[in-house]
């Protein structure tokens, strides 16, 4: 009997191939990330280079670049993809560089926000004196509309991939810990984690052997939904002059940002980085929306 | 109700302290003088030194909190040095055009996502749920100022009939009013239709499987009624609770979308403030919309009694 049976890993993974969202969101995703491994492969130039000499030119345009370097001039033949920006810095690379800075910002966004989420959400749901204190803290963050906290957040802090990545963390983390203390309250109540708790297991082993394996799962799915709602708030700040500075990285939204100027005569400098960034995060959300309702069925019944 | 609205009052101090608490030591905890950054770049060394004396920073930090409420809650929100006007003015002559946004938005989107959301209950499966579903996913993953350009290129730019960007205040005539504002409330729509499509559909479905719709069926009452009278009516709470979390979506969605279409609102000016560093401004502001999404989120906890008679407090 026991040589039939399909062991829960396979289960799960057979389940995940079987689901449509799943699939075609985790292809899609696999995808950019691929784009953004291999940005120098893909016939891309230095994204930062500028040319007075090909200034906002059409996609498909074949011009030559003019550098000055310490050995004179160099003349590089372009062929500009999607066209050139009001610098004549190459749109088509910096869309491929600029996959590099969503993923990263989205993966530790939600890196960072999932893991201080859980240490205070396990701590706020095991422990009932601080639980008061951490929860009221929390509801206060969670009052303050997200895209404002970080606006507030970015301007205290100096401009920069970290100062934008601690802007999206703070709004995130309040509602990793709801979610957290919730799943431990329920749990913790458990005849197990009674049992264990009679058996004499000390606190660190009871919470990370026997309560912390419960938020995984809920926990994945949480995770893909903030990768995805933190590249939008990135473009968002990006696009207003906010995030990342244009002249050091390219992101869509400081591409988006710099090309509204010209968006009447240019608009295709805001299309292409857009459907890029509509593209990723939608193929994010529909990963998520698979593995939600995959993974996390009793969560799936909710929303 | 009387006692219960007066724990909901007192309920939300401690949150409202906690926003406080933060937004005051957004400006402590940054490295450098205080007075230096409130002043920003265009002020001089008088207006500097006066600041330092109003601030009280020669005090404890839990004084400074304390003069720095005190000030707020007698409507003292301090002087923006960059717009040269104290934060109060500056706020009241921002207010008229993103309160026409919201309402406009808000409006439009109850028009067009409820009756989406049933429909697409009411067909659970059928394909036309599928694109209802379809859309409300996009309208989660394209950020607004990407639906907002597009729409730029579409209505203004290709065809003309709507103004590219601007804002006209509506004493000057409810038609340039509204032609300036139908593009960004659009976009608005977009993404806001997407959040409350989803939540009425689910909420319908709940609904629709109870036995009193099949009462009333069984009585003969038209499908239309049934739906209308009988579902969405029990399926009018979560469906107004979801329109007051996504209140704070809406917020960051005005902030770009003034942005883009250069309407002078508070979202317009809170970018400006924050370009700048003007953080007397930032501060209120923030302080302003948080204030905003406690209250509407307090009012909508209240209708409930209206929305489903059963529920007494």
């Keep these: 009997m026991t040589s039939q049976a399909i062991s829960p890993t396979r289960q799960v993974v057979g389940r995940l191939v079987k689901n449509p969202s799943v699939m075609i969101g985790g292809i899609l995703v696999a995808l950019i990330v691929i784009m953004a491994i291999f940005a120098p492969l893909l016939g891309t130039i230095d994204p930062n280079q500028t040319s007075t000499s090909t200034r906002l030119k059409p996609p498909g345009y074949e011009g030559v670049m003019k550098i000055y370097t310490e050995e004179g001039r160099v003349k590089i033949p372009v062929t500009y993809h999607m066209g050139s920006d009001d610098l004549g810095r190459d749109i088509y690379s910096r869309v491929v560089y600029g996959a590099r800075t969503s993923l990263i910002i989205g993966l530790s966004v939600a890196a960072i926000s999932i893991t201080l989420g859980m240490t205070i959400g396990l701590i706020a749901g095991y422990f009932r004196m601080l639980d008061a204190i951490i929860m009221r803290v929390m509801d206060g963050l969670m009052a303050i509309p997200a895209i404002l906290l970080a606006f507030a957040l970015v301007a205290a802090l100096n401009a920069g991939l970290l100062s934008v990545i601690i802007a999206i963390v703070v709004p995130e983390v309040p509602r990793v810990v709801r979610l957290v203390r919730s799943i431990v309250l329920s749990i913790r109540e458990e005849p197990y984690v009674e049992a264990a708790i009679t058996a004499g297991t000390r606190i660190p082993t009871l919470l990370m052997r026997h309560i912390l394996p419960n938020t995984i799962a809920p926990l994945i799915v949480q995770g893909t939904f903030i990768v995805a709602s933190a590249i939008i708030v990135e473009a968002i700040l990006s696009f207003l002059g906010l995030g990342v500075p244009a002249a050091e990285t390219p992101t869509w939204g400081n591409i988006i940002g710099k090309a509204r100027e010209n968006f009447q005569v240019h608009p295709h400098q805001i299309f292409y980085p857009s459907i890029f960034l509509a593209i990723t995060v939608l193929s994010v959300n529909m990963l998520g929306d698979g593995l939600r309702d995959t993974l996390d069925p009793r969560f799936a019944k909710r929303v | ?313």
Excluded: C
Aim: aromatic share 10%; charged share 15%.
């Design chain 2, 1 to 313: 109700m009387l006692s219960y609205l007066l724990k909901r009052l007192v309920a939300t101090i401690p949150v409202m302290l906690v926003v406080a608490v933060f937004i005051f030591l957004l400006l402590r905890l940054t490295p450098g003088d205080p007075a230096a950054m409130i002043a920003g770049d265009y002020a001089t060394e008088a207006q500097i030194a006066e600041i330092r004396e109003n601030l009280g920073l020669d005090q404890s930090l839990l004084s400074q909190f304390g003069i720095w409420t005190g000030n707020i809650l007698q409507g003292d929100l301090g002087e923006s040095y960059f717009f040269k006007k104290t934060v109060t003015e500056l706020i009241a002559s921002r207010i008229e055009p993103t309160l026409s946004l919201s309402v406009l938005t808000i409006l439009l989107t109850v028009a067009i996502a409820v009756p989406m959301g049933v429909i697409s209950a009411y067909k659970q499966g059928s394909w036309l749920d599928r694109i209802v579903m379809g859309f409300s996913v996009i309208g989660f993953s394209i950020p607004v100022f990407v639906i907002a350009f597009g729409l730029i290129y579409v209505f203004s730019l290709q065809l003309g009939w709507l103004p590219v960007q601007g804002y006209k205040r509506l004493g000057d005539g409810v038609l340039p009013w509204l032609r300036h504002l139908i593009l960004p409330s659009l976009a608005l729509t977009v993404i806001f239709v997407a959040f409350i499509a989803r939540m009425t559909r689910t909420s319908v479905l709940e609904v629709l499987g109870e036995d009193y719709i099949r009462t009333a069926r069984a009585k003969g009452q038209t499908e239309t009624k049934v739906l209308i009278r009988h579902a969405l009516r029990n399926a009018a709470v979560p469906i107004v609770t979801v329109i007051g979390f996504a209140f704070a979506i809406l917020i960051g969605g005005v902030v770009v979308t003034e942005s883009v279409f250069s309407i002078p609102g508070l979202g317009l000016l809170t970018v400006e403030a924050v370009l700048n560093r003007d953080f007397p401004t930032i501060q209120a502001v923030v302080l302003l919309f948080s204030f905003l999404y406690v209250l509407i989120n307090l009012l909508i906890d209240l209708s409930y009694t209206i929305l489903d008679p059963r529920i007494r407090y």
